[in-house]
């Protein structure tokens, strides 16, 4: 019985390795502020189908990062 316990978690852990960095990848080209939390909050062995569909369903309405000027720092209207 442990065996085939510990093999289900290994096995979710293969599949949850993946979906990280796909998350991680999505999130860096969309422009959010973290998205390394999203793909630590994939690879929890419990939470992380929960937090992916989570991010699916809102990845259209997640904070993004802010665009910086040449000189880094944000313009007026970027501010306003």
């Known amino acids: 019985m ?6 289900l978690l ?3 852990f293969a599949i949850q390795i993946p979906m990280a960095v796909l998350v991680y990848i999505d999130a860096r080209r969309l422009g959010l502020e973290n998205p390394e939390q999203y793909d630590l909050g ?8 929960l937090v992916f569909a989570y991010y699916l369903s809102k990845r259209g309405s997640l904070a993004r990062r802010a665009a910086e000027s040449d000189d880094g720092q944000r313009t007026e209207t970027e501010r306003a």
Do not use: C, E, N, R
Request: aromatic share 6%; glycine share 12%; no cysteine.
């Open 42 to 49: 994939i690879i929890l062995p419990a939470a992380g189908f």
């Open 2 to 7: 442990s065996d085939l316990i510990l093999v």
């Open 10 to 12: 290994v096995g979710l």
